[in-house]
Every structure is written in structure tokens, then in C-alpha cells.
């Protein structure tokens, strides 16, 4: 129903500026009833464009939840980095005995605590920090996402030296 009207309203306007400005004497007057009716167009668009309140309410727990995610994302990107350069340095300072097998293969072995912490450490830490990795950036994007779904109408004002207005964004 609102969205025909504003059709029909466009429509009729269109038609109305064309054959105004066919004529060789532009009616002021026009162009001032023209613009009240574009902003008042542009304003019944922006009330159009508001969400309804479960839907906001809906949007705000999803960006809770997304900012969630993000942060602990990071937290595992950051422990499981820091555990990962931890079992390197340990397995780095054990001590390994070379061996070699019935085979001819040459194997290498511990029995120094460090090695074994180190390795523990390695099949927790570098799985950690790419789950981390991932949940943060995933986290980060759908959040964005949201608060952008939230702020659907913006209204501001600019000043750039003399020149002064104001700005009207509609996100649909």
C-alpha cells in the first residue's frame, strides 16, 4: 500500500517536471511545492525503513552474541599463539636421542619432560589458535553485519568552511 503511493507520487511528479521544464518559464513556486514534496517523500521512505522492535531486539542480541564470539576468538588466538611458541621453545631446549630402527629408519626420541610438554603443547595450542583465528574474524563480520542492519536511518549535519547542510542515509 505505502510503497505504491510513493510510486504513483513519483510518478506524478515526473510528469509534472517534465512538462514544466518543457516550457520556456520555470514556476518557482513549483520547485518550492517539488521540494517539500521530495523531503516529505524522503521522510515517509526513512519511517518506512525503521525496523519493527522484535526485529531490533532481535538484531541487538545477535550483535551481543557476534561481539561474544569475537572476544573469544581473540582469547583462544592468543593463548593458543602463546602455548604454540611455548611448545616450540621446549621442545627446542629437550633432549633427543637419535636412534635407529631394524629398518635402517632413524628415529628420534625423549624421555626429558619438556619434550613430552612440548609436544602436548603443540597439538593443543596450533588447533586453538586457528579455531581462535576463525571465530574472530567470523565474529567481527556478523557483528559488523548487525550494526548495520540496526542503523538503517542516519541523520546528520556537516560543516565544510562556509558551507553548511545536513545529511540524510537511508540503508535499505
Not at 6 to 22: D, G, S, V, Y
Not at 34 to 50: D, R, Y
Not at 68 to 80: L, P
Not at 115 to 130: D, F, H, R, S, T
Request: hydrophobic share 40%; glycine share 8%.
Amino acid at each position: 500500500m505505502g510503497l505504491n503511493f510513493i510510486r504513483t507520487a513519483i510518478n506524478r511528479c515526473i510528469i509534472r517536471m517534465n512538462q514544466k521544464f518543457l516550457s520556456t518559464y520555470i514556476n518557482l513556486n513549483f520547485m518550492k511545492n517539488l521540494f517539500v514534496t521530495s523531503l516529505l517523500l524522503l521522510l515517509s521512505m526513512a519511517s518506512f525503513a525503521q525496523l519493527k522492535e522484535s526485529d531490533q531486539m532481535m538484531y541487538q542480541s545477535k550483535v551481543q552474541s557476534y561481539t561474544k564470539m569475537k572476544k573469544t576468538g581473540s582469547t583462544m588466538a592468543i593463548v593458543g599463539g602463546g602455548l604454540t611458541v611455548v611448545s616450540t621453545v621446549l621442545l627446542a631446549s629437550a633432549d633427543w636421542e637419535k636412534t635407529e630402527t631394524y629398518t635402517g629408519e632413524t628415529q628420534y626420541n625423549t624421555t626429558d619432560g619438556s619434550g613430552v610438554l612440548g609436544i602436548v603443547g603443540l597439538v593443543i595450542g596450533v588447533p586453538m589458535a586457528v579455531t581462535g583465528i576463525i571465530l574472530n574474524s567470523v565474529g567481527n563480520r556478523k557483528m559488523k553485519y548487525y550494526q548495520d542492519k540496526l542503523s538503517n536511518v542516519k541523520l546528520s549535519s556537516f560543516q565544510q568552511g562556509q558551507q553548511a547542510g545536513i545529511t540524510l542515509a537511508i540503508k535499505f
